[in-house]
């Protein structure tokens, strides 16, 4: 059986994965390869900012899935209003 991969800091020992799904607007089909590719350098580049780490990601035409780690004092929301 594998071990989990935990973070640990001063008091807990923890793992946050997050999985953020991005969709177009009435599900429109316009996601190319170009596209993704600058949505995860982007995320990639945030994510330096904010400490998290990009674990996988793939698309559709009309979505994207990105899954990620983040620390506990991480505040996602300012990641959302970023994106």
């Given amino acids: ?35 993704y590719f600058r949505l995860k350098e982007i995320f990639k580049n945030i994510g330096k900012l904010y400490n998290i780490e990009l674990q996988e990601s793939n698309y559709e035409t009309d979505h994207i899935h990105f899954q990620f780690k983040a620390k506990p004092d991480t505040v996602l929301l300012k990641l959302h209003q970023l994106l």
Avoid: E
């Fill in 1 to 35: 059986m594998m071990k989990p991969n935990l973070d640990k800091n001063q008091h807990s020992v923890y793992t946050l994965t997050y999985h953020l799904v991005l969709v177009t607007k009435y599900r429109r089909q316009v996601i190319t390869s170009k596209i």
